[in-house]
């Protein structure tokens, strides 16, 4: 079910970044820092629209670049957070 949720998010943030920051990504994986996708701007936009589509904050202490690196952890993050107890 994991998977499923998963795959369900990494679509819906690939669209948000397509809708939000006018930009396509390649692949789940593509490093979103070094590939020039997110800047620090983009960033704070990302997390907004990121609180905003999936109903959640996001706390200072779990602003660590690598879990916004791609969309793959993005989703991650998200699944982990949304989940009781973080599992």
Same mark, same amino acid.
């Given at each position: 079910?994991?998977?499923?949720?998963?795959?369900?998010?990494? &679509?819906?943030? &690939?669209?948000?970044?397509?809708?939000?920051?006018?930009?396509?990504?390649?692949?789940?994986?593509?490093?979103?820092?070094?590939?020039?996708?997110?800047?620090?701007?983009?960033?704070?936009? +990302? +997390?907004?629209?990121?609180?905003?589509?999936?109903?959640?904050?996001?706390?200072?202490?779990? +602003?660590?670049?690598?879990?916004?690196?791609?969309?793959?952890?993005? &989703?991650?993050?998200?699944?982990?957070?949304?989940?009781?107890?973080? &599992?």
């Amino acid at each position: 079910m994991l998977d499923t949720q998963q795959q369900r998010v990494q &679509a819906e943030l &690939a669209s948000l970044f397509s809708e939000v920051l006018h930009v396509e990504t390649p692949s789940e994986q593509t490093d979103l820092f070094e590939s020039g996708i997110l800047d620090s701007q983009n960033l704070i936009d +990302l +997390l907004l629209s990121i609180e905003q589509r999936f109903d959640l904050e996001i706390l200072g202490e779990d +602003l660590e670049l690598d879990r916004f690196r791609c969309l793959e952890q993005i &989703a991650t993050y998200i699944v982990r957070s949304k989940t009781p107890n973080g &599992a």
